[in-house]
T-cell receptor, first 116, second 117 residues
Framework: AQSVTQLGSHVSVSEGALVLLRCNYS??????LFWYVQYPNQGLQLLLK??????LVKGINGFEAEFKKSETSFHLTKPSAHMSDAAEYFC??????????????FGTGTLLAVQP | GAVVSQHPSWVICKSGTSVKIECRSL??????MFWYRQFPKQSLMLMAT?????????EQGVEKDKFLINHASLTLSTLTVTSAHPEDSSFYIC?????????????FGSGTQLSVL
């Protein structure tokens, strides 16, 4: 079974500081990995995804994540935080054998606060 | 990207009544849609996989008779919470894949906040 662990349910950074949100996964097959962002009372928006190929993935809003198989990690980073980055971030995993019915398993989420 | 429309965004109902939530794929066909439930400050828990033209597949612990799912067309899936009780109050989110953009990208509706009095 696949699972995702997000370390730190709350992360607070100053505006302009580095953002680092941690995600570790467990999967018996090569995983597809995702980061989603959720603003209050809204659905989820895809930030970035890793499927195959380059392990450093760039997404929207200046975010990027690196797939490290040896560490089973997919941490999300952004060099300089902006006030508008304050939101809930979810890491998710799906198995490699893609298809319409593939399930997405989410981590417990990390609430990012950005201080002025 | 693909758009998934979910309606209503917010509903309040009395205990014992039923509530229907609609999920539509606006610019693509979705043979499969997923229904998630999210409690305050918690993650999304997959409730069921909705399959067009066939029965939904429910996750362990989800009552299929309480959460009725109908996927009658390639663009519409509905979730009906039957005989709702206060413990059913939650944020429900649907999602679907647009296979035209790849099997791995999941698009989400904006969610429905259900409050049962």
């Amino acid at each position: 079974a696949q699972s995702v662990t997000q370390l730190g349910s709350h992360v607070s950074v100053s505006e302009g500081a580095l953002v680092l949100l941690r995600c570790n996964y467990s999967s018996s097959v090569p995983p597809y990995l995702f980061w989603y962002v959720q603003y209050p009372n809204q659905g989820l928006q895809l930030l970035l995804k890793y499927t195959t190929g380059a392990t450093l993935v760039k997404g929207i809003n200046g975010f990027e994540a690196e797939f490290k198989k040896s560490e089973t990690s997919f941490h999300l980073t952004k060099p300089s935080a902006h006030m508008s980055d304050a939101a809930e971030y979810f890491c998710a995993v799906s198995d490699y054998y893609g298809g319409a019915t593939n399930k997405l398993i989410f981590g417990t989420g990390t609430l990012l606060a950005v201080q002025p | 990207g693909a758009v998934v429309s979910q309606h209503p965004s917010w509903v309040i109902c009395k205990s014992g009544t039923s509530v229907k939530i609609e999920c539509r794929s606006l610019d693509f066909q979705a043979t499969t849609m997923f229904w998630y439930r999210q409690f305050p400050k918690q993650s999304l828990m997959l409730m069921a996989t909705s399959n067009e033209g066939s029965k939904a597949t429910y996750e362990q612990g989800v009552e299929k008779d309480k959460f009725l799912i109908n996927h009658a067309s390639l663009t519409l899936s509905t979730l009906t919470v039957t005989s709702a009780h206060p413990e059913d109050s939650s944020f429900y989110i649907c999602s679907a894949r647009d296979l035209g953009t790849g099997p791995w990208e999941l698009f989400f509706g904006s969610g429905t906040q259900l409050s049962v009095l």
